[in-house]
């Protein structure tokens, strides 16, 4: 799936190569290529539609800058604009939790049963004993699974905070407020109330987590989903969301194989950050969320980016800046030049591209012959270079007969292939002529897409 999506991204960034700007039409492939990815990660449609017309608006008569092809600006588009929808403009204060609160700071946990609630609560627990220092106990409003309250009193004594114990007969907003009271006389301060979660979602339960809610008024109230929902992330959102005022969401889940599009979802839906990241069953497993990491994974384009720097980095605009100053200045083109401008070839990784730029005697090696053939001949036509002198490089007018049998003999090669090698020498050498300084510029730009 995700090789899928960079072999398809990498085509369309290479047909639309040698445009200037983003346009709606030369955008419209990718673009689909982006919203396929997006359903293929379980984003729900909606969030996928809004996402896909914020980018078109974005980037639509984007100037494209000279470093960079039209299909490459649009994929640096793509990873903006996620990674902004993520949560990346939001600051990282946003995936802070806030203590602003008479202690006890009070933090509520929300989510359907079975994502991860109670070890999400074992997690923090251990998160802010260790890393902020503070005084925590735990306890659980969950009265219909009496397995629920004791789960939570395991985990709680595995990360060594404290736990108010409760039973299945009390009244969720008694215990609440009971943990509440028992937490302020003993200096707690956060109190982590676990919730019941049902399998779906229930008008009861809503109303149940709200009264819990305006009982003890929570600074934090967190959202739990789970990455694997995928599609479904949507619905629960929406009903916790219009329930509660939520103050942020935790994604669990991400150590599995999903691409995380219920992260797209939710943010879409609530609007609020997503806080912090579950990635093992362990209760060390919490993570701070990093919004553009997330954006590169639910695009698998942690792969994309790679190949655009890969392609930005091959291309080493300075020697052929410095190339084309040397030739436009009267400069000789020599066999050095020559000899780097098919390492240059060769580290973009690939003929193909690059045939149709090269003049006909190359296209000519290369056609009918397969890619290999050609990389093969390109290698050869090293060999040859690296057997001559350093005068005759300078100089390949003086490789006569008796140095070009010298010349053959150390490459191991046949005289012929000398020959021709040196014909295509002079070919180039006459194209470098004819280039102005910005045709070459030009012209070792549009092989970059
Ligand atoms: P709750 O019903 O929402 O309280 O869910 P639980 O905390 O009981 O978790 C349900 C299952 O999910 C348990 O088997 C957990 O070990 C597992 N789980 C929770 N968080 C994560 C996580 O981040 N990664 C993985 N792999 N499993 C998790």
């Known amino acids: 799936m995700l090789d899928n999506l960079t072999t398809r991204l990498a085509k369309v960034v290479k047909t639309m190569r040698g445009e200037a700007?983003?346009?709606e039409s030369n955008t419209a492939e990718m673009l689909r290529e982006v919203r396929m990815a997006l359903l293929e990660a379980d984003v729900a449609l909606p969030a996928v539609r809004e996402f896909i017309a914020k980018v078109k608006e974005k980037a639509l008569g984007e100037e494209v800058i000279s470093s960079l092809t039209p299909g490459q600006a649009l994929v640096g588009v793509v990873q903006r604009e996620l990674g902004a929808l993520m949560g990346a403009?939001?600051?990282?204060?946003a995936s802070q939790l806030s203590f602003a609160q008479q202690p006890p700071a009070i933090i509520l946990m929300a989510g359907l049963q079975g994502v991860g609630k109670t070890t999400t609560v074992g997690k923090l627990a251990k998160y802010l004993k260790e890393q902020k220092k503070k005084k925590v106990l735990t306890v659980s409003a969950d009265v219909y699974r009496p397995a629920a309250i004791a789960q939570l009193q395991s985990v709680t004594a595995q990360v060594g905070a404290d736990f108010f114990p409760s039973t299945a007969q009390d009244k969720p907003v008694d215990i609440a407020l009971?943990?509440?009271d028992w937490a302020k006389k003993?200096?707690?301060e956060v109190l982590i109330i676990d919730t019941a979660g049902r399998l779906g979602i229930d008008e009861e339960?809503?109303?149940e987590i709200a009264a819990v809610h305006g009982a003890v008024k929570p600074i934090e109230t967190l959202f739990v989903v789970d990455a694997m929902l995928g599609q479904d992330a949507i619905n629960t959102a929406k009903a916790f969301n219009d329930a509660l005022p939520l103050t942020g969401v935790v994604l669990t889940k991400l150590d599995g194989d999903s691409r995380g599009g219920a992260a797209l979802s939710v943010r879409h839906i609530t609007g609020?950050?997503?806080k912090f990241a579950g990635v093992s069953e362990k209760l060390?497993?919490?993570?701070?969320?990093?919004p553009q990491r997330m954006a590169?994974?639910?695009l698998g384009m942690g792969d994309i980016l790679a190949l655009v720097e890969e392609a930005q980095k091959n291309v080493d605009t300075k020697a052929a800046a410095e190339l084309a100053a040397k030739v436009k200045s009267g400069g000789k083109f020599d066999m050095n030049d020559f000899k780097a401008q098919l390492a240059q070839m060769k580290k973009m990784g690939g003929m193909s591209g690059l045939l149709d730029k090269l003049p006909a005697q190359f296209q000519q090696a290369a056609s009918g012959a397969n890619m290999d053939q050609a990389e093969k001949q390109v290698r050869r036509m090293v060999g040859i270079i690296d057997s001559m002198t350093p005068q005759e490089r300078a100089k390949p007018e003086l490789i006569k007969a008796a140095r070009k049998r010298r010349i053959a003999a150390g490459a191991g090669v046949q005289v012929q292939e000398v020959n021709r090698m040196l014909n295509q020498f002079e070919q180039m050498q006459t194209m470098m002529k004819k280039l102005s300084g910005g045709g070459l510029m030009k012209m070792m730009r549009s092989m970059k897409g």
């Open 21 to 23: 700007r983003l346009t």
């Open 272 to 274: 609020k950050p997503i």
């Open 284 to 290: 060390d497993g919490l993570e701070a969320f990093d």
């Open 178 to 180: 009971a943990a509440l």
């Open 205 to 207: 339960m809503m109303k």
């Open 89 to 93: 403009d939001l600051g990282a204060d």
């Open 186 to 188: 003993h200096h707690h």
């Open 296 to 298: 590169n994974r639910i």
